[in-house]
Nanobody
């Protein structure tokens, strides 16, 4: 399974960040798979943003839930992240991750900078 993130690298403060993850070599509806968004701000550790399961069950980090929307497009085998009202504190590398009971598969990550 391979994952590829896509989206704008620069977002202005107060705007909405939108990222898409395209999955290759496996279906996002495959039983037991969960698809996650994780980010890493400069100089900080990994932060879980949210997940969508094979049955389209969705979970959000409590600290980001009010600004986050995660969904999927099964026709394109993609899942997406929308983060509203971004601030410079949302700057970082954003990863999409697929995980099942065997292991986890990471995208290469995409840099997102929030700046004017």
């Amino acid at each position: 399974v391979q994952l590829l993130e896509s989206g704008p690298g620069l977002v202005k403060p107060s705007q909405r960040l939108s990222l898409t993850c395209t999955v290759f070599g496996g279906s996002i509806t495959t039983y037991s798979y969960y698809w996650r968004w994780i980010r890493q701000a400069p100089g900080k550790g990994l932060e879980w943003i949210g997940s969508i399961g094979y049955a389209e069950d969705i979970y959000y980090s409590p600290s980001l839930e009010s600004r986050t929307t995660i969904g999927r497009d099964t026709s394109k085998n993609q899942f997406y992240l929308q983060l509203s009202a971004v601030t410079p504190e949302d700057t970082g590398v954003y990863y999409c991750v697929g995980a099942d009971t065997i292991g986890a598969y990471w995208g290469q990550g995409t840099q997102v900078t929030v700046s004017t």
